[in-house]
């Protein structure tokens, strides 16, 4: 394998503690354990954990109930990533425990676009034909 292609796919070691991540994040956040001040963190969803390939930082997507509000949730997060570091620590049992960076995830927004590209180009194929 190249060295040019092992920079752009994930290693399984990668995939797999990313998963970790994500799924004690996720239980974490249901039951509000990171103890973030006037912040319900049972509203968020973490979409995708990607991890850097020496495993000592994590990139967590996330996205909030409705996707209302997505930059000030990361923000809030951003600002109390120690709280929530902290929590994992108690869950995880991991050599060293990654650093989180939070991202807003806008998959889902660029999905319905591309989707409603799709429907129009459909829409006006049948417009084509009813012409013809």
Do not use: C
Not at 20 to 39: C, T, Y
């Amino acid at each position: 394998m190249s060295n040019q292609t092992s920079q752009r796919a994930f290693s399984q070691r990668q995939l797999r503690v990313g998963e970790l991540v994500k799924q004690n994040l996720g239980e974490l956040f249901i039951r509000n354990e990171a103890k973030i001040p006037s912040f319900n963190s049972k509203l968020i969803t973490v979409t995708e954990v990607r991890m850097t390939p020496d495993l000592k930082t994590a990139r967590v997507y996330v996205i909030p109930l409705g996707g209302v509000e997505t930059t000030e949730t990361v923000k809030i997060l951003t600002e109390y990533s120690h709280l929530v570091r902290k929590a994992l620590s108690k869950r995880l049992d991991i050599k060293f425990l990654p650093k989180l960076t939070f991202v807003e995830d806008n998959s889902f927004e660029y999905a319905e676009k591309i989707e409603k590209l799709i429907k129009k180009i459909k829409d006006n194929d049948k417009e084509k034909k009813r012409y013809n």
